[in-house]
């Protein structure tokens, strides 16, 4: 027996309709320890495909299904906040409308945080842009231990966002997501790691995370520039980073999202091959 948890399902006008019903059937039909509830949040209007889409996935669901639509859109970090109000669970998994959850994630995930973890990721398996997504893609493994999600955190996020499960109740006693773009997770997690909150990843890879065709152009330009400054400042001013520490992050991470796309494609996946061989 394991205590019941929510999924919580994120969805703006931007998604696509099909990658929407595979991601939500994965969390739903595939798993081999079901949710008690799936809280999909509407983060503003969204076009008759995928307004008709969600319809269809509420009525058809074989777990009951709350929805949260708020009139405009508001942010993943407000939506996400929205949803978890809504969530009747302490325990909460996040899912993403475009990625795939393999079917052991929830029966491998829940039982940690059952047993005492307050926040579990697992690694990640980056495919394309095919709809069902079962070609070998590249595997990103986060840092697996405490010690370890504690010391990456100074310099990058410790956990991959669509793969965690936490309890709910620990996020709030941080300040839940706070608005900053592109960055609410790692600005989240770091808040975690210095609350003290009891963390792991698991190396298997739970979850098929969609990279599209724009995903290496979203880790750059002058909004997350922005973004990542304001983090930056966020860390240091909180005293989670020393003033060394800082200097780097903000000339290496800053440096990395003004770097033409393909040069930015290469540097980082050359440094999760050198993070998986490390």
Do not use: K
């Given at each position: 027996m394991t205590?019941?948890?929510?999924?919580?399902?994120?969805?703006?006008?931007?998604?696509?309709?099909?990658?929407?019903?595979?991601?939500?059937?994965?969390?739903?039909d595939d798993q081999e320890l079901r949710p008690a509830e799936v809280v999909v949040v509407r983060d503003g209007p969204v076009g008759a495909e995928l307004a008709e889409?969600?319809?269809?996935?509420?009525?058809q669901s074989v777990v009951p299904v709350v929805r949260v639509d708020l009139e405009e859109n508001v942010g993943l970090a407000l939506a996400l906040e929205a949803g978890l109000a809504a969530c009747s669970?302490?325990?909460?998994?996040?899912?993403?409308?475009?990625?795939?959850?393999?079917?052991?994630?929830?029966?491998?995930?829940?039982?940690?945080?059952?047993?005492?973890?307050?926040?579990?990721g697992s690694a990640i398996e980056?495919?394309?842009?095919?709809?069902d997504g079962e070609t070998p893609g590249l595997v990103r493994v986060p840092p697996l231990s405490a010690r370890e999600i504690?010391?990456?955190?100074?310099?990058?996020?410790?956990?991959?966002h669509p793969t965690v499960v936490y309890r709910r109740s620990v996020v709030a006693a941080v300040g839940g997501y706070e608005d900053l773009p592109l960055m609410e997770d790692y600005w989240l997690f770091a808040r975690l790691v210095a609350h003290g909150?009891?963390?792991?990843?698991?190396p298997e890879p739970l979850v098929r995370y969609r990279v599209g065709a724009?995903?290496?152009?979203?880790?750059?330009?002058?909004?997350?520039?922005?973004?990542?400054?304001?983090?930056?400042?966020?860390?240091?001013?909180?005293?989670?980073?020393?003033?060394?520490?800082?200097?780097?992050?903000?000339?290496?991470?800053?440096?990395?999202?003004?770097?033409?796309?393909?040069l930015r494609r290469s540097l980082y996946q050359t440094w999760i091959r050198l993070r998986r061989s490390g």
């Amino acid at each position: 027996m394991t205590s019941p948890f929510s999924v919580l399902l994120p969805v703006y006008r931007g998604d696509r309709p099909d990658y929407l019903r595979r991601a939500f059937r994965s969390v739903v039909d595939d798993q081999e320890l079901r949710p008690a509830e799936v809280v999909v949040v509407r983060d503003g209007p969204v076009g008759a495909e995928l307004a008709e889409a969600l319809a269809e996935l509420t009525s058809q669901s074989v777990v009951p299904v709350v929805r949260v639509d708020l009139e405009e859109n508001v942010g993943l970090a407000l939506a996400l906040e929205a949803g978890l109000a809504a969530c009747s669970h302490e325990i909460v998994a996040r899912q993403d409308a475009d990625d795939i959850s393999r079917p052991r994630r929830f029966a491998v995930q829940v039982p940690l945080v059952v047993g005492g973890l307050d926040v579990v990721g697992s690694a990640i398996e980056e495919f394309g842009s095919d709809l069902d997504g079962e070609t070998p893609g590249l595997v990103r493994v986060p840092p697996l231990s405490a010690r370890e999600i504690a010391e990456t955190s100074r310099f990058a996020s410790p956990f991959n966002h669509p793969t965690v499960v936490y309890r709910r109740s620990v996020v709030a006693a941080v300040g839940g997501y706070e608005d900053l773009p592109l960055m609410e997770d790692y600005w989240l997690f770091a808040r975690l790691v210095a609350h003290g909150a009891r963390m792991a990843n698991v190396p298997e890879p739970l979850v098929r995370y969609r990279v599209g065709a724009g995903a290496y152009a979203r880790r750059g330009g002058s909004t997350l520039l922005r973004s990542e400054l304001e983090l930056q400042r966020r860390l240091r001013r909180e005293g989670f980073t020393t003033l060394g520490q800082a200097a780097r992050n903000v000339a290496v991470r800053g440096g990395y999202r003004l770097v033409p796309e393909t040069l930015r494609r290469s540097l980082y996946q050359t440094w999760i091959r050198l993070r998986r061989s490390g």
